[in-house]
């Protein structure tokens, strides 16, 4: 054995004795990164590790098992949340397509909603003929995913915990008993549980000044309309299975947000509502996604009221910090867990597995970017296009060629909101006006949200392209 591979062993069986010793959650037996300079390391070292499937920690019962039927019946709300681990593949950018892994066919997984107090029943069901185990490991709960451990293709567990802490929290998959736990996550196998402070969420006051200097305070009504906005990575090879070596270099092949790489940027829709031509770009840089053809890959924008209360949840499910930014604006409030963190602030600093709630209120009509300010990651797709109020002055035309009945607030009237970019509906949420169907989803996915009420906006183009063009 070299002495690197040596050395490594050393470090593995004192995490694994760590976790013996004081055997909670196997996250605390997790390596210090300055114990590894991975720089130093061959390659065919990280290899090993990662066919080993990263360092195998040995896990005691630390938890007792959560006992479903108690919780069942102990007056709480219960949230019955049902996920399948399924293995598809899915396109990229430009045409080619990934190995993915999911949950439940869409990268990110569903967002689940609950309130402070509540009980989360959990089901994850692997499918007969999946291609490896899978688990779950939810931040909402205060359990050790070593308690879940993996489900076997063609098994399916439960476990109840009680969302006992407000916030935003990861769920991911815990690979086969951790192993490769790097490679399903960052194949696609995230997703976020929002967890509604009991008491609903505070009102939002911004600063403002008068003419002569004087401080003038804005309250907003704890209703926001809200977003949800999950940051990660793809580490490829050529042929779109996971690159082990380039995560372990921190050198990805793309930044997604919600899954995907600049999935919201403007489509030739926006050509036509804004230059009259579904040809006629908007803009020459960001317009990476666009054709009907895409269905619900194609790109989409954000649209919101000026004067409204926003709330975006934001995730970082990746391996890279997030410095979330809103180019043209200042993010009025960052609260995270219950507890606000900022009033004001250029930017937020979000690390990995950290969630971050930002409130906001769009003062001028005009298009807005929120990025992750990390210059490798907006130029690899972590670029998200707000739009706020009308500033294409298009109510005019729309109201004339019948197309909306009377001037609208924002677009989503008459677009819709993209559906993985929009949370479910929680207690302090206003409704989105429409949304439309939008996301790394398998078609399984995309024709059960048109079921209910999404818009495919692929097929509604064209016919409102000939009342504009009529
Ligand atoms: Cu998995």
Redesign the pocket.
């Known amino acids: 054995m070299n002495k690197r591979v040596s050395m490594l062993f050393t470090i593995a069986a004192v995490a694994v004795m760590g976790a013996t010793l004081f055997g909670s959650s196997y996250t605390q037996t997790q390596i210090g990164g300055q114990s590894i300079d991975m720089n130093k390391m061959d390659v065919d070292v990280i290899e090993k590790i990662h066919q080993m499937g990263g360092l195998q920690l040995v896990m005691p019962q630390a938890f007792a098992d959560v006992d479903c039927g108690s919780l069942e019946n102990s007056g709480r709300t219960v949230h019955d949340f049902q996920l399948t681990?399924e293995s598809v593949e899915l396109p990229l950018l430009g045409g080619k397509t990934y190995n993915a892994?999911t949950f439940s066919g869409q990268v990110p997984g569903p967002t689940l909603r609950v309130t402070q107090g509540d009980v989360v029943k959990m089901t994850l069901t692997i499918p007969e003929g999946e291609v490896?185990?899978?688990?779950n490991d939810m931040h909402a709960s205060q359990m050790s995913a070593s308690y879940f451990e993996s489900i076997n293709p063609g098994e399916s567990t439960t476990y109840c915990y009680i969302a006992e802490a407000a916030g935003i929290f990861k769920y991911h998959?815990?690979?086969?008993k951790l192993m490769a736990m790097d490679q399903?996550v960052l194949s696609g196998?995230y997703g976020i549980a929002i967890v509604d402070p009991a008491n609903g969420y505070k009102k939002l006051m911004v600063e403002k000044t008068s003419g002569s200097g004087e401080l003038d305070r804005k309250f907003y009504d704890a209703d926001a309309l809200e977003f949800q906005l999950q940051y990660n990575q793809l580490y490829l090879d050529d042929k779109g299975n996971y690159n082990a070596v380039d995560m372990f270099a921190h050198h990805h092949d793309a930044a997604v947000v919600n899954g995907m790489q600049f999935g919201y940027v403007p489509n030739m829709a926006h050509n036509l509502l804004v230059n009259g031509d579904v040809n006629k770009k908007i803009s020459a840089v960001l317009q990476a996604r666009d054709g009907l053809d895409l269905k619900q890959y194609q790109g989409q924008l954000l649209f919101v009221e000026l004067d409204q209360h926003v709330r975006i949840f934001i995730e970082n499910q990746g391996n890279e910090p997030v410095f979330f930014h809103i180019v043209g604006e200042i993010l009025d409030r960052v609260t995270q867990g219950n507890r606000v963190q900022a009033g004001a602030t250029e930017t937020w600093l979000i690390g990995g597995s950290q969630g971050a709630i930002v409130d906001l209120v769009f003062d001028e009509p005009g298009v807005y970017a929120a990025v992750n300010h990390d210059y490798a990651q907006i130029y690899t797709g972590a670029v998200t296009v707000f739009v706020a109020g009308d500033p294409f002055n298009l109510n005019p035309v729309l109201v004339e060629k019948g197309v909306i009945p009377a001037p609208v607030p924002s677009y989503a009237y008459a677009l819709g909101n993209p559906s993985d970019a929009v949370p479910p509906m929680g207690q302090n949420s206003i409704a989105h006006p429409a949304i439309n169907i939008h996301g790394l989803y398998t078609d399984e996915v995309a024709s059960e949200l048109q079921e209910n009420g999404a818009i495919p906006l692929w097929e509604v183009i064209p016919v409102v392209a000939e009342i504009l063009t009529s």
């Open positions: 681990g892994m490896t185990g899978h688990g998959c815990s690979g086969v399903h196998m």
